[in-house]
Antibody, heavy 118, light 109 residues
């Protein structure tokens, strides 16, 4: 069971990035998924949630209107489209799988680093 | 929005018991989950639904939740337990849904 993120990097303020998370070892379409980030020197911050078929989506206020979460169950993949990036979006971004019948995150990816800087 | 309050740091000698608190308004009515994160690593779920442990997590780690405080208790603390610990809840009553505490740095003296 694992998840592997990709797509991080250095981007200028106002720019865009698309993160991906490839899942394996479990039936991806059975589980709700989330993105969580940790900025340098800060704690964990929840970013976004998506239900099993993508019909329900939530965002943190800090990213609402700029980030879009999506999933492709046929490809066992989760995505985060990040637009209008700001310096405060600089963080390690993790995808996280929810444990069944809870909203606890039992499987995490290794993280991908996003740096927003001129 | 719902707020979870953790002490920034807790220090304990090896072999002693560490207690990390997570305060929130009527948190006893919610399910609390706890994560351990070591530098350069992804978080790991250590306790879910207040007091259940995923497979592979030592029995030294236990959780409780009542009133306005949830607690992660680490018995017989070891040097390898030094890490950041976070509590988390799902708050369906607000539009913030997933809430993390600010995190507690556990230092093993």
């Amino acid at each position: 069971v694992q998840m592997v993120e990709a797509g991080g990097g250095l981007v200028q303020p106002g720019g865009s990035l698309r993160l991906s998370c490839a899942a394996s070892g479990f039936t991806f379409n059975n589980y709700e998924m989330n993105w969580v980030r940790r900025a340098p020197g800060k704690g964990l911050e929840w970013v976004s949630y998506i239900s099993t078929i993508g019909s329900t989506i939530y965002y943190a206020d800090s990213v609402k209107g700029r980030f879009t979460i999506s999933r492709d169950n046929a490809k066992n993949s989760l995505y985060l489209q990040m637009n209008s990036l700001r310096a405060e979006d600089t963080a390690v971004y993790y995808c996280a799988k929810e444990k069944s019948e809870t909203h606890a995150f039992d499987i995490w990816g290794q993280g991908t680093v996003v740096t927003v800087s001129p | 929005s719902y707020v979870l309050t953790q002490p920034p740091s807790v220090s304990v000698a090896p072999g002693q018991t560490a207690r990390i608190t997570c305060g929130g308004n009527n948190i006893g009515s919610k399910s609390v989950h706890w994560y351990q994160q070591k530098p350069g690593q992804a978080p790991v779920l250590f306790v879910y639904d207040d007091s259940d442990r995923p497979s592979g997590i030592p029995e030294r780690f236990s959780g409780s939740n009542s009133g306005n405080t949830a607690t992660l208790t680490i018995s017989r603390v070891e040097a390898g337990d030094e890490a950041d610990y976070y509590c988390q809840v799902w708050d369906s009553t607000s539009d913030h849904y997933v809430v993390f505490g600010g995190g507690t740095k556990l230092t093993v003296l």
